[in-house]
């Protein structure tokens, strides 16, 4: 089992950045790859960016390439999501997730609100 605790949310104005962190529990963590997710009000969860296990591969939606890093500490449990030059259209409630064997992500976190003012 692996619990998860997103934190790092928030307003913020357009151009703006955050830092969202999210903090596994779990001596498995290093071996899982991990993901941030979010959703919009009215509007379906959508993927965000992944990484590996080892850190050495990362993915985004095309949305938010450019502007968004992930990244992990595996000595620290923690994955990070770094997001610049925000939008307001970035605004919804963003979820990590761990996937135990790449294939799908079995573990949610509670989620962070982000807030993108124009």
């Known amino acids: 089992q692996v619990q998860l605790v997103e934190s790092g949310g928030g307003l913020v104005q357009a151009g703006g950045s955050l830092r969202l962190s999210c903090a596994a529990s779990?001596?498995?963590?290093?071996?899982?790859?991990m993901g941030w997710f979010r959703q919009a009000p009215g509007k379906e969860r959508e993927f965000v960016a992944a990484?590996?296990?080892?850190?050495?591969?990362?993915y985004y939606a095309d949305s938010v390439k450019g502007r968004f890093t992930i990244s992990r500490d595996n000595a620290k449990n923690t994955v990070y999501l770094q997001m610049n030059s925000l939008k307001p259209e970035d605004t919804a409630v963003y979820y990590c997730?761990?996937?135990?064997?790449?294939?799908?992500?079995?573990?949610w976190g509670q989620g962070t609100q982000v807030t993108v003012s124009s």
């Open positions: 997730a761990a996937s135990p064997g790449e294939k799908s992500y079995d573990y």
């Open positions: 990484i590996s296990w080892s850190g050495g591969s990362t």
């Open positions: 779990g001596r498995t963590f290093s071996s899982y790859a």
